[in-house]
């Protein structure tokens, strides 16, 4: 290498990527068993890089980009002369390309190098059904082609969308398995990398009725027309196996359908919740939890595979304003805790970084209400676990919630 204005260095080392083990290997005899080797160890997957630094005082640093298997380097410089692993240099328009054996030879950037596909998640699919999956990974070509080994349905078009992902549209057979998906370039795979694409497709006829055929979701049941109507279906969020699915109420027709239902244990009873007892007015979270039926993961695997979520709160009142007290003064309104975390604004007019519109108000005269004031709450954070309250000192002034009429919804 020559770095400008500072030093000519030649490189004539043999460089072999390893890229199944992430390691650098700097091999001083060509292709020697017994050779004496570099070895830089890029292991730490909480990396996509590693560096090779040539001295402090010259302040010369080659960087390997692990996810798109390629060279960087910090400062200008000009190459002169690298040997690849049949002691071959290359020439303008050359890349080192990994061979398949072993070897890593120059050839046209051009050339067959292999392809590794960087998902892990396992895709899921009913039988008989039609779907469109794409896969992320790296040296993917304009003549790659897919191909799923055994498998009885159709691969009907494959779309290299780029070097770093394709996309597949296919059409489950009846048989329930688990299926590779295989990348090739002209012959070169990416099954050189063991267990590479290995298990990535499963195809179950995942139509919700019993735990081991559970749909990802009510609107993926939906979606590979397996619904019959609003009702109970078998979920199974998270993926894979089925073991650990679960049963759900699935909305099937409201809005286009496919809502799962999170709902409450039980309400919040209609009762005085000052956390201090009696006394003057307290700005105040409640200090419980609202009960949920569903597990915190069971809810949380749920919305990891949602976009939408909705819930109606509706608050009961004796004397305690929840929203606009009489005509604009907003001092009392009610805030919310999500099941994320989350808390909204409170004792303010404005709900920022949430999607929230108060439809009826009936606790705004402050007296004992027959009418209660409801919001409109949009958020995937959802549900409502607790809220901020500050017009309930007294004795007599009571709230609370039917919360088993009102769940939280995602899809």
Not at 240 to 266: H, L, P, R
Not at 273 to 284: C, F, I, L, Q, Y
Request: a negative charge.
């Amino acid at each position: 290498m020559k770095f400008r204005g500072i030093f000519n260095f030649i490189l004539l080392l043999t460089l072999v990527i390893n890229s199944a083990s992430a390691k650098l290997v700097f091999v001083t005899e060509e292709n020697a068993v017994n050779a004496n080797n570099l070895i830089i160890n890029a292991d730490d997957s909480s990396s996509d890089f590693v560096d090779l630094e040539f001295g402090s005082a010259l302040g010369v640093k080659l960087r390997y980009d692990i996810l798109n298997n390629k060279f960087i380097l910090n400062r200008d410089l000009q190459i002169t002369q690298i040997i690849d692993s049949d002691g071959n240099t290359g020439v303008a328009g050359q890349a080192l390309i990994a061979d398949g054996s072993g070897k890593n030879l120059w050839g046209s950037v051009e050339a067959n190098p292999i392809p590794y596909i960087t998902t892990t998640d396992v895709q899921l699919m009913g039988t008989s059904s039609t779907k469109t999956i794409n896969f992320a990974g790296i040296n993917f070509t304009p003549t790659s082609t897919v191909s799923i080994p055994g498998f009885d349905g159709t691969i009907n078009s494959t779309t290299i969308l780029s070097p770093t992902e394709f996309q597949i549209d296919v059409t489950s057979g009846s048989t329930e398995t688990t299926y590779d998906i295989v990348v090739s370039n002209n012959g070169v795979s990416n099954t050189q990398w063991a267990g590479n694409g290995a298990g990535l497709l499963i195809v179950a006829n995942n139509n919700g009725s019993s735990q081991s055929s559970a749909g990802e979701s009510c609107k993926q049941i939906l979606d590979d027309g397996y619904s019959t109507g609003d009702g109970t279906y078998w979920i199974n969020p998270d993926g894979g196996d089925t073991s650990n699915a679960f049963q759900v109420y699935c909305d099937m027709t409201t809005d286009g359908g496919g809502w799962t239902k999170i709902e409450y244990a039980s309400d919040f009873p209609h009762a005085n919740h000052r956390n201090g007892g009696t006394g003057a007015d307290t700005s105040e979270w409640w200090n419980g939890t609202f009960d949920l039926v569903l597990t915190d993961q069971q809810i949380n695997d749920i919305r990891s595979v949602s976009t939408e979520g909705k819930q109606t709160y509706v608050g009961t009142c004796d004397g305690v304003i929840h929203y606009n007290y009489s005509s604009g003064n907003y001092n009392y309104a009610f805030g919310f805790r999500y099941h994320t975390g989350f808390e909204t604004a409170y004792e303010q007019q404005t709900y920022p970084n949430t999607d929230i519109t108060v439809v009826q108000d009936g606790c705004k005269t402050n007296n004992n209400s027959s009418t209660d004031t409801i919001f409109e709450i949009k958020d995937i954070r959802l549900p409502v676990i607790t809220v901020h309250s500050r017009d309930n000192g007294g004795s007599s002034e009571l709230f609370g919630s039917p919360l088993t009429q009102h769940p939280a919804w995602f899809r």
